[in-house]
């Protein structure tokens, strides 16, 4: 507690240059495609288990979606883990509670209420091997260990990035307001003041964005209100531009770093006693050497006679109170120094940047226009492109590929700020100063009222993070096909694209998903629009653990899902096999086609013989039309709707050949 005093007193201040993004109330963001974890793994309680498992979410435990299963989960933790080709596209999906979007710039002003009332970013990351080699969804939901390698828990950033960020200064140059932090190092921050572990995340790199040092995420998009700061962020972004760190972890800034290293915060105050003891007794006698001399006036012989006596008196104490603090220090090596070093950047292409969409308050549902918060995602084809960035990866569940794979997880941060500060430009000179904002404050003017405001929420940061996926390294040439020995179809990457077609959501009713979702197809409500030639990967996995009281058919607790076309999207009947045109129109290759996505090799009408993890090779669309499907187990109506439909070429409605004559 003394020397925390001390601290306080002696220790300088360094304001970084680096603006804060995130310098800014429960206002939750949830994942939904690919499916966003929430710090759940496999449990089958209604509430994620451990909310401190890999990062710190500050959403409803309740959020969430269980790891996907395979047919060998004990042998691999990502066996049931969605499968992606670069240059395929992927839609994100996400909700987040409040208000996003902003209609005081005429972007979307057609009067409804948008988010003039605060401001919102969203950054939408991934990871992948490179930058963890030991990334992983993990067998335990159990919080990671700081002093070993738990295998069995999972893993996003390393172990070392967590340790470098306790040791590491924070950066005291940012807004704190009236919270006091508990320690001074990078996992201290206003949203985590206690500096509480989540994982083995940086709570200050997690709270801020651009971060001033390296990070292992990379960026895909930045979604803000305001356009204005796009150049800024993709300048920014370490995609583009590298991040300097110090070989000594404890310094923040290049400055810091060359001065003598190796010290904790409580030894660079000892020694800051140490001198200011030596200085004052140096002072006394450069004093009497002065008054000697006739160089100073006005203090006489004996005053400076009386000085010299007491500090000899005190001498003892002071000397022995200067050996236990040189004992102390001899402890640890002096003469170190770091070296501040610019970790490269990624080499990729800045994020894109663009104007967010339009979301209301209080509502954790489709934005304006009635569909989900998306992003369309171009997997980039350097996710695999270069030699450290995949493993080799035995996956004998689809043995029709047999590419090496790069494992990674996808994170989407969205913070939300209060304009009742200027949290753009007002940094650690407001701190605990009640004219800048403070915490609960009371209005006297006249009325006499109690505010609900929490310094600790008015710029507050939510995040979702995706389980693993994997990304092929190598995309064929051709798709082969189970049961069609004989039908090998080319694909061309410079004119073919290839659209994940996935399934999103989980067992129950509307209720007892909240806040995730019920099950539909990704993309889902809006048709997904192809052109002849382009490809469709249908894919989609699920869990086994739901809670066993959950709504829904089949075995209890268990997600499965099949596509079956029906005539129009009212329907709810599917097509017999005659009038199934979704397929292509080789007779044989429909049938194949049509048994294997109706029964999913299994018998059971309710398809609980089926695995939750679906995986079938890329099919190609080469003739103009509307397809619609459904899922024959979660699709009840009244209850829930799990449909969807691929257009190709833009073609139009036509039902007259499917209806029943």
């Not at 395929?88 to 996003?100: G, M, P, R, V, Y």
């Not at 052109?531 to 268990?558: C, E, I, L, M």
């Not at 129109?585 to 018998?603: E, G, K």
């Amino acid at each position: 507690e003394f020397l925390l005093v001390l601290e306080a007193m002696f220790f300088v201040v360094l304001l970084c240059c680096s603006l804060c993004f995130f310098s800014t109330v429960r206002g939750d963001c949830y994942l939904h495609q690919p499916r966003g974890s929430n710090n759940r793994l496999n449990g089958a309680g209604v509430n994620a288990g451990n909310q401190n498992r890999l990062f710190d979410s500050q959403n409803n435990a309740k959020g969430g979606y269980n790891v996907g299963v395979g047919m060998s989960i004990n042998a691999d933790d990502t066996a049931g883990a969605l499968k992606y080709y670069p240059g395929s596209k992927l839609w994100i999906e996400w909700t987040n509670q409040h208000a996003c979007g902003d209609f005081t710039e005429g972007k979307q002003n057609d009067g409804f209420e948008g988010s003039k009332i605060r401001e919102c970013e969203m950054v939408l990351q991934y990871m992948c091997l490179e930058d963890n080699t030991n990334l992983r969804n993990g067998f335990s939901e159990t919080t990671p260990p700081l002093d070993r390698e738990d295998h069995f828990a999972g893993q996003h950033e390393s172990r070392q990035y967590y340790k470098n960020c306790k040791k590491r200064q924070r950066n005291k140059g940012l807004f704190t307001a009236d919270r006091n932090l508990r320690g001074n190092t990078a996992i201290y921050t206003r949203q985590n003041n206690n500096g509480n572990r989540h994982g083995y995340e940086c709570p200050e790199e997690r709270d801020h964005y651009p971060y001033w040092h390296p990070t292992p995420w990379r960026d895909i998009a930045i979604l803000t209100n305001n356009e204005k700061r796009c150049k800024y962020y993709q300048r920014e972004s370490q995609n583009v531009k590298g991040k300097g760190y110090c070989t000594t972890p404890t310094a923040n800034n290049k400055k810091d770093c060359e001065k003598v290293q190796g010290l904790s915060d409580n030894q660079r105050i000892l020694l800051d006693i140490r001198s200011k003891i030596t200085n004052g007794l140096g002072w006394v006698m450069i004093m009497e050497q002065k008054q000697k001399l006739g160089l100073i006036e006005g203090l006489s012989k004996d005053t400076i006679s009386k000085a010299k006596d007491d500090a000899v008196k005190k001498a003892q104490n002071i000397h022995t109170g200067l050996a236990v603090i040189d004992k102390e220090l001899a402890k640890w090596p002096l003469g170190m120094r770091g070296q501040w070093v610019t970790q490269p950047a990624h080499g990729i292409p800045p994020p894109d940047c663009k104007y967010n969409n339009w979301t209301r308050s209080n509502h954790l549902g489709n934005i304006k226009g009635g569909q989900p918060y998306r992003y369309e995602w171009t997997i980039p084809d350097h996710i695999v492109n270069n030699e450290g960035a995949y493993r080799l990866f035995n996956d004998t569940s689809t043995p029709y590929y047999g590419s090496p794979v790069n494992h990674c997880v996808f994170r989407i941060r969205y913070n939300m700020s209060s304009s009742d500060y200027d949290n753009w430009n007002t940094h650690s000179w407001g701190n605990h100063d009640k004219r800048v904002i403070a915490n609960k404050p009371k209005v006297y003017d006249p009325a006499k009222l109690q505010l609900t405001i929490n310094t600790n929420q008015v710029a507050r940061t939510f995040q979702d993070r995706s389980h693993v996926f994997k990304v092929y390294r190598t995309v064929p040439s051709a798709f082969s096909h189970p049961g069609e020995d004989t039908e090998v179809t080319p694909y061309d990457p410079k004119k073919n694209t290839i659209w994940n077609l996935n399934v999103r959501g989980k067992r129950g009713n509307i209720v007892q998903t909240y806040p995730a979702v019920e099950y539909d197809f990704n993309p889902g409500g809006d048709p997904l629009k192809i052109k002849s030639g382009d490809y469709v990967h249908f894919q989609w996995t699920g869990s086994n653990t739901n809670p066993r009281n959950y709504a829904g058919q089949g075995t209890r607790g268990t997600d499965r899902s099949n596509i079956m076309q029906v005539c129009t999207l009212n329907d709810n009947i599917p097509l017999p096999l005659e009038h199934v045109t979704m397929w292509g129109d080789d007779p044989t290759i429909s049938r194949s086609r049509y048994m294997y996505f109706a029964m999913l090799n299994q018998t059971n009408p309710l398809l609980n013989g089926a695995h939750a993890y679906i995986d079938y090779p890329p099919i190609q669309f080469n003739k103009a039309g509307v397809y619609h499907f459904i899922c024959t187990r979660n699709n009840n109506f009244s209850n829930r709707s799990q449909k969807g439909t691929i257009i190709v070429d833009n073609a139009k409605e036509n039902s007259t050949h499917c209806r029943k004559s």
